[in-house]
């Protein structure tokens, strides 16, 4: 089933249902459930790393709120994700992308599967947090960010780019050299 989803289709689920949770977690932010406005805030670690821009600017004093310019990145970061995932041959399917190498379907399945995992795990951490201050949600994404999260534990913005980095690196290493067409 996964080898016949077109990139294209992938890519327009994967970018509705982020900027469902982005649009989710800016009308809390907005309506003021949420009491941060920041780069470590749910909105601006959602937005990441497009929201560093507005963070930094905040920290300027040139914004001085910021709820609408995350919400802005966050719509500029689904484009991106848009783009990035349906790639230059929309038409290919899953299957034919991962044809291309060795083992190119095995690990596009891992890295799908664990990058299900830990986007799941760090959206259910901020929509959580943006309830509730405090919130101890993002510690199901934990051992599953593991181990670049101790690297980055001090950057802002962070949360959402450590699993797409580390499920990318998954891809690289499993996938195995190219195969001629």
Do not use: C, K
């Amino acid at each position: 089933m996964l080898s016949r989803i077109r990139r294209s289709q992938l890519a327009l689920a994967v970018a509705a249902v982020y900027l469902a949770v982005v649009g989710y977690v800016s009308v809390i932010t907005l309506t003021g459930q949420a009491d941060e406005l920041s780069g470590t805030g749910p909105l601006g670690e959602l937005t990441s790393p497009v929201s560093l821009l507005p963070y930094g600017l905040r920290l300027l004093g040139v914004l001085p709120s910021a709820a609408g310019a995350y919400t802005i990145a966050g719509i500029v970061q689904t484009v991106l994700i848009w783009l990035l995932i349906r790639g230059r041959r929309p038409a290919e399917t899953l299957g034919e992308w991962g044809d291309g190498y060795r083992r190119g379907r095995a690990a596009l399945v891992l890295s799908s599967v664990y990058l299900l995992l830990v986007t799941s795990a760090a959206v259910f951490g901020l929509v959580s947090s943006a309830h509730a201050a405090g919130s101890f949600g993002l510690i199901f994404w934990v051992p599953l960010a593991l181990p670049l999260i101790l690297v980055a534990t001090d950057v802002p913005g962070s949360v959402m780019p450590i699993g797409m980095i580390q499920a990318w690196v998954l891809w690289r290493i499993f996938r195995g050299g190219r195969v001629p067409r």
